[in-house]
């Protein structure tokens, strides 16, 4: 291809130090043509040092906001295309060539592909494949797979910048789900989200079950905020975890006076057990960490859409 347009990456960053290194020698290894910058959206000092030591352009994010410092680090270039990269992901080689030409060939405004966990200890390992597993994403396309087209929303993102513009950047209402709600914006004014399977960006899952529930718990409290902001752009994927919490609170409380009741839990943690025994063999150990890591993250979830 020739005339590559001029590609920035953009990253928002909070007390990332130790993880932003493997993301910014990710990019590094990238064989894209016309790199324009890597510019860091920094909201502390260490993580600042880092990003400035390999070489990225470091603009202070001051609010910590992973929006506000998404638009900081998109006002502050001019290229053409822009890819949007997360400080705990790591890109594979070709990643940005790739994109760039499914988002040339395709006439797409947003092209993105798969969240593709990758842990080193017990828990990421634990949590990564209840992430990617389809009780735990539904069908979610960027973390399961599938083929390539139109989709709701995709793993980070690679745009025009004057899409971008045009759409006034990211929500910073959205403190989570600002991706999914800029895709919601450019489908909802008939642009097209293109997924790509082929684009598979590590991603490291959280260390821990309190950890992981924090983090579902905010994603489940920012998807009821998105409801209300965009309504009727649920997915019953969405639903399903609010309606888990609800069924399993009646059913235990109700078991008390109809025993039978019970059995709905019951089955309930036997389904996510029987997924962590099948994965036994492939995954080995991190395995036995999936049932609860399940239930951490629908729970959360759920508890986050319904009371947070």
Do not use: C
Request: zero cysteines; proline letters at 7%; a neutral charge.
């Amino acid at each position: 291809m020739q005339d590559w347009p001029s590609l920035a990456v953009i990253i928002p960053a909070a007390h990332a130090a130790g993880a932003i290194g493997a993301a910014l020698e990710s990019i590094e290894a990238q064989d894209y043509p016309n790199l324009e910058s890597v510019i860091v959206a920094a909201y502390d000092q260490d993580t600042a040092q880092v990003a400035a030591g390999h070489g990225a352009r470091v603009v202070a994010n001051p609010a910590g906001s992973t929006p506000v410092g998404l638009n900081i680090a998109l006002q502050s270039t001019e290229a053409e295309v822009i890819a949007r990269v997360d400080a705990h992901s790591v890109l594979p080689p070709g990643y940005l060539t790739r994109a760039v030409e499914t988002l040339l060939s395709t006439g797409a405004d947003s092209v993105g592909g798969m969240q593709i966990p990758a842990g080193t200890t017990f828990w990421q390992k634990a949590i990564g494949a209840a992430m990617a597993s389809r009780f735990g994403a539904g069908d979610a396309r960027y973390r399961i797979g599938g083929e390539a087209g139109p989709a709701d929303t995709v793993y980070l993102g690679v745009f025009r910048r004057k899409t971008l513009i045009r759409h006034g950047g990211y929500d910073e209402r959205f403190d989570r789900n600002q991706d999914y709600e800029l895709n919601h914006r450019i489908r909802a004014a008939g642009g097209v989200v293109w997924f790509d399977p082929a684009l598979l960006v590590e991603y490291r899952p959280r260390d821990n079950l309190g950890k992981l529930a924090r983090q579902y718990l905010d994603y489940g409290r920012w998807k009821r905020a998105f409801s209300r902001t965009h309504p009727g752009s649920l997915r019953w994927r969405q639903l399903a975890p609010p309606s888990l919490v609800v069924l399993l609170a009646l059913a235990i409380v109700v078991g008390f006076w109809w025993p039978p009741a019970w059995l709905i839990p019951a089955a309930y943690v036997a389904v996510t057990i029987l997924i962590g025994v099948l994965r036994l063999p492939g995954l080995g150990l991190p395995a036995l960490g999936i049932p609860p890591a399940l239930a951490t993250m629908h729970i959360s979830w759920g508890l986050g859409f319904l009371f947070a």
